[in-house]
């Protein structure tokens, strides 16, 4: 089950163009591409005649029209043109979808339309200050279900066995989590001090020696994430201090778009406080973030099938408060939107 009254990340702006593509969202079939203005149309990819995706059709000025029996429909859905003559049947429609672009992304409105509002797409500072730098990589395909990415996403000990390589040190397996709810989601962090940077973040950090290290992992509903890395010179960081004018941060937004139960699009990109610029360094840590990203997903598939075919019951541990936490409200979420749609229907 999904909360549908949320914002969701459909496609990178880029993958959007002046083709019909069908885009999948919640287990829905969406068609998708822009008109003649550039604006981003999205509707439901099935012709109400004999349901024929309308992606399998053509644009024809700047309406879709069926590729079967020539069926036309306009950006709002509503169709313009049937064959035989006469009186167009009154339910030869389709459902049209509230999108928005922003921050490169094209997003979808996947619940009652009356109430989707742009200004609730979440807020990203720094995304375009000159001052920053970011880094991006494509859309990541996982075959797991969406929480299970959040969970990984709220879970800052996986570090230390998953990505040994890049991320992890000593100080991730054994340093305390802080937990905390937020009014739209989950928090889970903790302050890593007067350690030896860990080799992804050696390579970037401009200050010598040792460091205070902030791990912030936050996950917002329905499924869009923000991790915060802060690394600063050892002796100046913690709850209390007053961060080194070398401090690096980078934030990492992360969107997970449930393509079905089983099935994740993930969408990432990179923030950062140093040499904005710096082409060469976009590429590297562009690289090497996927190549961590790569160990999640193999790590993430795999538990996908070991939790839809367990041959007993999985347990839970201590570190997985935030992610339980989190998944708690979020089905009180979907269960309360689902007693709204159930009374409105009576």
């Not at 064959?83 to 339910?91: H, L, N």
Request: aromatic share 10%.
């Amino acid at each position: 089950m999904f909360l549908k009254n949320a914002w969701y990340v459909a496609a990178w702006s880029s993958e959007i163009v002046n083709s019909l593509q069908q885009v999948k969202v919640l287990g829905e079939k969406i068609c998708m591409f822009r008109n003649d203005e550039g604006e981003v149309i999205a509707m439901e990819d099935a012709c109400p005649h004999r349901k024929l995706p309308l992606s399998k059709g053509r644009i024809k000025n700047n309406n879709v029209e069926c590729g079967y029996h020539g069926l036309t429909f306009d950006c709002a859905g509503q169709c313009v043109w049937a064959p035989g003559g006469g009186r167009i049947p009154s339910a030869a429609r389709v459902r049209p979808y509230p999108v928005h672009e922003k921050y490169g992304l094209v997003w979808i409105w996947m619940g009652n339309a009356a109430i989707a509002d742009a200004d609730d797409i979440i807020d990203i500072p720094n995304f375009d200050d000159p001052e920053w730098g970011i880094n991006r990589g494509a859309a990541m395909e996982l075959n797991c279900n969406y929480l299970l990415m959040c969970d990984n996403l709220l879970d800052p000990t996986h570090v230390a066995w998953v990505h040994e390589t890049s991320f992890a040190t000593a100080a991730t397996k054994d340093t305390p989590l802080r937990v905390s709810k937020t009014d739209n989601g989950v928090i889970v962090h903790r302050w890593m001090m007067d350690h030896e940077p860990a080799p992804f973040y050696k390579k970037v950090v401009e200050f010598e020696g040792n460091c205070d290290r902030l791990q912030h992992y936050e996950v917002r509903y329905p499924s869009h994430a923000l991790i915060k890395a802060v690394f600063t010179p050892a002796g100046t960081g913690g709850p209390d201090g007053s961060l080194h004018e070398n401090t690096f941060i980078m934030d990492s937004f992360n969107f997970m778009t449930p393509t079905n139960e089983g099935q994740t699009r993930y969408y990432w990109f990179q923030l950062r406080n140093i040499r904005p610029d710096d082409a060469a360094l976009s590429q590297m840590m562009s690289e090497d973030v996927q190549h961590a990203f790569e160990e999640d997903r193999e790590v993430l598939n795999a538990v996908q099938k070991g939790m839809s075919n367990k041959p007993s019951p999985h347990i839970d541990l201590p570190i997985d408060g935030g992610q339980l936490r989190f998944r708690r409200q979020l089905q009180a979420m979907i269960n309360e939107e689902q007693q709204v749609d159930q009374q409105m229907a009576e």
